[in-house]
């Protein structure tokens, strides 16, 4: 997937841009007024996720989406910069070059360890706003040999090219998706195939699985006071939603409110949802 593509056939592709703050060159998504919101997908997602949270978001507020490094259209500068605390250090580096006043974050998965990271040194209360956050690691021997897997087939382009292959096919797209507990539409599976499809989005998200640890921000939680919202949908099987639990039960200000019926994409089978519960959060924040 090409510059010329994402302008042509991506959802919102006439509010796309992009940016070069260093080290990457990103793909920025803007569109509406009003109090600004910034999304943050998760690992192997991009801002086509959020196609219709944008939509309904954008009725009455400024909102934000970006891919992370190495995602959908955002250029690596580094391929050594995937890292919870490096990723953290290049988004508040775009954050500042553009000038984004943000009032709220809305996140996905892995995106919410991003943004308690953004938002740990803020002083003022800016809340979170998280959908099936992805906040603690794998356990046992998956938590070792997984990162270990995803850095030799980083590293291996016929390794890389046999993983293309064989998620970039229609049927292993449905299998796929199948294992997030969603069911979503038509339309969103042919773009997660083109996604899949693309070389630097394949790499990217290997790059990030590789060098991405949670240890840390596990250790920090009691000590962070962000507030924050998780939406949980009950058939999520990407994450378990009593990992969720547990990690909010060790924050001071984390609210945990679940679904049944969706699963690790709610925000893309009930995208209006999520629109209003960030509305409730900031009605309570702002």
């Given at each position: 997937?090409?510059?010329?593509?994402?302008?042509?056939?991506?959802?919102?592709?006439?509010?796309?841009?992009?940016?070069?703050?260093?080290?990457?060159h990103?793909?920025?998504?803007?569109?509406?007024?009003?109090?600004?919101?910034?999304?943050?997908?998760?690992?192997?997602?991009?801002?086509?996720?959020?196609?219709?949270?944008?939509?309904?978001?954008?009725?009455?507020?400024?909102?934000?989406?970006?891919?992370?490094?190495?995602?959908?259209?955002?250029?690596?500068?580094?391929?050594?910069?995937?890292?919870?605390?490096?990723?953290?250090?290049?988004?508040?580096?775009?954050?500042?070059?553009?000038?984004?006043?943000?009032k709220?974050?809305?996140?996905?998965?892995?995106?919410?360890?991003?943004?308690?990271?953004l938002?740990?040194?803020?002083?003022?209360?800016?809340?979170?706003?998280?959908?099936?956050?992805?906040?603690?690691?794998?356990?046992?021997?998956?938590?070792?040999?997984?990162?270990?897997?995803?850095?030799?087939?980083?590293?291996?382009?016929?390794?890389?090219k046999?993983?293309?292959?064989?998620?970039?096919?229609?049927?292993?797209?449905?299998?796929?998706?199948?294992?997030?507990?969603?069911?979503?539409?038509?339309?969103g599976?042919?773009?997660?195939?083109?996604?899949?499809?693309?070389?630097?989005?394949?790499?990217?998200?290997?790059?990030?699985?590789?060098?991405?640890?949670?240890?840390?921000?596990?250790?920090?939680?009691?000590?962070?006071?962000?507030?924050?919202?998780f939406l949980?949908?009950?058939?999520?099987?990407?994450?378990?939603?009593?990992?969720?639990?547990d990690?909010a039960?060790?924050?001071?200000?984390?609210?945990?409110?679940?679904?049944?019926?969706?699963?690790?994409?709610?925000?893309?089978?009930?995208?209006?949802?999520?629109?209003?519960?960030?509305?409730?959060?900031?009605?309570?924040y702002?």
């Amino acid at each position: 997937m090409g510059a010329a593509e994402t302008l042509t056939a991506w959802p919102h592709a006439e509010y796309s841009r992009f940016v070069d703050a260093r080290p990457h060159h990103w793909h920025v998504q803007e569109m509406g007024q009003g109090d600004t919101v910034l999304l943050l997908h998760g690992a192997s997602g991009s801002t086509h996720s959020w196609r219709d949270v944008m939509t309904d978001l954008a009725r009455d507020h400024h909102v934000v989406a970006i891919d992370l490094p190495g995602h959908g259209q955002t250029k690596l500068g580094s391929r050594h910069r995937s890292s919870l605390p490096l990723m953290t250090q290049d988004v508040q580096t775009l954050i500042d070059h553009e000038g984004w006043n943000i009032k709220a974050i809305l996140a996905h998965s892995a995106g919410a360890a991003l943004a308690l990271r953004l938002l740990q040194p803020v002083g003022t209360k800016i809340p979170l706003i998280a959908v099936n956050p992805a906040l603690t690691p794998f356990k046992g021997l998956a938590g070792v040999l997984f990162p270990i897997a995803a850095r030799v087939v980083a590293l291996s382009p016929v390794m890389a090219k046999m993983i293309k292959r064989r998620m970039s096919g229609p049927g292993q797209v449905v299998s796929l998706m199948e294992t997030t507990g969603s069911k979503i539409s038509p339309e969103g599976l042919n773009l997660y195939a083109k996604l899949f499809r693309s070389d630097n989005h394949l790499d990217g998200t290997l790059l990030m699985m590789a060098q991405w640890k949670l240890d840390g921000l596990v250790a920090d939680l009691p000590k962070i006071d962000v507030p924050c919202t998780f939406l949980v949908g009950k058939n999520d099987k990407a994450v378990q939603p009593q990992s969720v639990r547990d990690s909010a039960q060790k924050m001071p200000n984390a609210a945990v409110l679940s679904y049944d019926g969706y699963g690790h994409l709610l925000h893309e089978e009930a995208p209006e949802l999520v629109s209003d519960q960030l509305r409730a959060v900031l009605r309570k924040y702002t």
